[in-house]
């Protein structure tokens, strides 16, 4: 038998290992009005600690993370911390309306909560209308102390943050598209780190310069912050290796090219082993839709390379034509979990709950006396199965679930779309008014704990073909297969990887085709999944999910905090 006083030094030992490995990291952030200057404007925009892109937090896994939030700016706010788990902690998701209510101006609110499970680039930004524009910022988890990244030691890490700029206030733009029913007025720029590069007027010195040292490794972590813009990103003359996507790790993947959607992250190794020189990192759009414009801009920053002679322009890379699906596909459908690395997470096998749901645009009536600039005299609408998501008003739907507060909500999302078509026929679809017109609704999916679910999201080709980024919140998925055209399980079933599927928490479902992921509702909360193409979203691309309690305290949502923001 074991000495029992030893086996309890040893059980105390390894405590305090494990508390001393984990640290509480502690933020503030001041949300107010900032004036900068781009594009040869000078704009007023909403930024955090007066900085834009906004403050980069660095943690380890295991820590606690507490961020203040002053609101001072002149619009309601939340803060979503895109990708984190909240395991137990959905109250500091973030989503207006749906976890909490915003935080009004001249009013603050404490968000806590724990980071366990990750490690990688994950993001935060606002989640109110089109504030995340410029309320963003890097969130990185680094490995807990005395633990190794699966892939070599890089000389330096770096964050690549690319977004979208417009010559006037987001909020403006937004409201204008739905007061009209019309699409909104396209950016102005694409930026990387807040610059929009020297292809567009009076920003010659607008450009971001990463110095490298011939020879060193440099770990990129490349935030895709955009509003509605997919982008190709690629640096002239070099290679990359993927080693993680929304911090979750893959087997390594090179690649000369990636394609990153809003809300998607991926972790890169890039080695300076190229001529002394300077070469430029540029960022363009990838869109599939046919008469629907979009800005067709890019961003360039550049790569100089200790040495390099202060004159001569830099190489400048071959990017793809905007419609390159099978470019863009490639990556996406390229990459393979990285199977028993840390934070692995075996598929599931059993499902409990199988769904197919339908994603795209639509129209919603005109309302009397109105003209609307939608097509043919509508609004535009966005839905999942036919049914458009509208958020509640007076109360969040959390504070409802938790509460059992009837009228909120209903509990009756279908399961499958309640007319089936070929989806994927644009001919077909666009002329008839059954596939056209989606009710708006607050209709959500409630899942017994520890569930696990199946979803096959098939794009349609209703109002132009799409690739479409959906974000699942409180948890990551496994991407079982996707492809295109219509879904046909007696046929795609087959090409299911259940052995070494990526992880994500945002999927590019294909432009005209599909995508297949399998999740499992170990996290008790109000969960949204909505379509990360902010204008989408506005029209109504989401639907929510609401995880019930297990069956142990360690397995139910805790009270509300004491300074949760009222409606």
């Known amino acids: 038998m074991r000495n029992p006083v030893l086996l309890l030094?040893?059980?105390?030992?390894?405590?305090?290992?494990?508390?001393?490995?984990?640290?509480v990291v502690e933020h503030t952030f001041n949300v107010q009005n900032l004036t900068v200057t781009r594009l040869c404007n000078r704009q007023l925009i909403v930024a955090v600690n007066g900085s834009f892109p906004g403050p980069r937090i660095r943690v380890r896994e295991g820590d606690t993370l507490i961020v203040h939030v002053y609101n001072k700016s002149p619009y309601n706010l939340t803060v979503h911390w895109h990708g984190v788990y909240q395991k137990l902690s959905c109250w500091?998701?973030?989503?207006?309306?749906?976890?909490?209510?915003?935080?009004?101006?001249?009013n603050k609110y404490t968000y806590k909560f724990k980071i366990s499970g990750q490690e990688g680039t994950l993001w935060w930004h606002a989640h109110v209308s089109w504030l995340r524009a410029t309320v963003h910022g890097a969130l990185i988890i680094r490995p807990k102390s005395g633990h190794k990244y699966p892939f070599p030691k890089p000389h330096r890490e770096v964050?690549?943050?690319?977004?979208?700029?417009w010559n006037a206030d987001v909020m403006d733009v937004e409201e204008?598209?739905?007061?009209?029913?019309?699409?909104?007025n396209i950016s102005d720029a694409f930026t990387i780190n807040g610059w929009p590069g020297d292809l567009y007027p009076c920003s010659q010195n607008h450009m971001y310069k990463l110095k490298v040292e011939p020879g060193k490794t440099y770990l990129l972590r490349i935030v895709n912050t955009a509003l509605n813009g997919q982008l190709f990103y690629k640096i002239a003359n070099h290679n990359l290796t993927v080693f993680a996507i929304d911090a979750a790790y893959t087997k390594p993947y090179v690649t000369d090219i990636i394609m990153i959607a809003p809300g998607q992250t991926v972790d890169a190794?890039?080695?300076?082993?190229?001529d002394i020189g300077s070469y430029y990192m540029a960022a363009s759009p990838y869109s599939t839709s046919v008469g629907i414009p979009y800005d067709n801009n890019t961003t360039r920053g550049v790569v100089v390379y200790d040495g390099a002679p202060p004159i001569g322009k830099p190489l400048m890379p071959t990017l793809p034509a905007f419609s390159d699906t099978a470019t863009a596909y490639k990556l996406s459908s390229g990459l393979k979990g990285l199977k028993d690395g840390p934070h692995w997470a075996q598929v599931p096998k059993n499902v409990d709950y199988k769904m197919f749901v339908t994603v795209?645009?639509?129209?919603?009536?005109?309302?009397?006396?109105?003209?609307?600039?939608?097509?043919k005299g509508t609004k535009l609408s966005a839905s999942m199965n036919n049914q458009s998501f509208v958020p509640p008003k007076r109360m969040s739907l959390l504070q409802a679930f938790y509460s059992n507060v009837d009228g909120i909500y209903t509990t009756d999302f279908p399961v499958k779309p309640p007319i089936e078509f070929d989806y994927t026929n644009a001919t077909i679809n666009n002329y008839n008014p059954a596939f056209l017109f989606a009710p708006k609704v607050t209709k959500v999916t409630k899942l017994k704990f520890n569930s696990t679910v199946e979803m096959v999201l098939q794009n349609t080709a209703i109002i132009g073909v799409e690739n479409h980024p959906m974000h699942l919140h409180g948890s990551n998925f496994h991407v079982l297969a996707q492809g295109f055209g219509n879904y046909n399980p007696s046929k795609h079933r087959e090409m299911f990887n259940l052995v070494d599927p990526q992880i994500r928490n945002t999927i590019g479902v294909?432009?005209?085709?599909?995508?297949?992921?399998?999740?499992?509702?170990?996290?008790?909360?109000?969960?949204?999944?909505?379509?990360?193409?902010?204008?989408?979203?506005?029209?109504?691309?989401?639907?929510?999910?609401?995880?019930?309690?297990?069956?142990?305290?360690?397995?139910?949502?805790?009270?509300?905090?004491?300074d949760l923001p009222n409606c």
Do not use: K
């Open 9 to 23: 030094v040893g059980v105390l030992t390894l405590m305090v290992a494990t508390t001393a490995s984990a640290a």
């Open 269 to 274: 190794l890039l080695v300076a082993d190229q």
């Open 360 to 375: 795209g645009l639509g129209f919603t009536p005109c309302e009397a006396n109105r003209t609307c600039l939608g097509p």
């Open 159 to 165: 964050t690549i943050i690319l977004g979208e700029w």
């Open 92 to 106: 500091a998701d973030g989503p207006n309306m749906i976890t909490q209510c915003p935080i009004l101006p001249g």
């Open 176 to 184: 204008e598209a739905v007061t009209s029913g019309g699409l909104p």
């Open 510 to 562: 294909p432009a005209g085709g599909w995508a297949v992921i399998r999740f499992t509702a170990d996290n008790p909360g109000v969960w949204i999944m909505h379509c990360h193409l902010d204008a989408h979203l506005t029209y109504g691309l989401g639907t929510v999910f609401m995880v019930e309690n297990g069956p142990t305290p360690e397995t139910t949502l805790p009270l509300p905090p004491v």
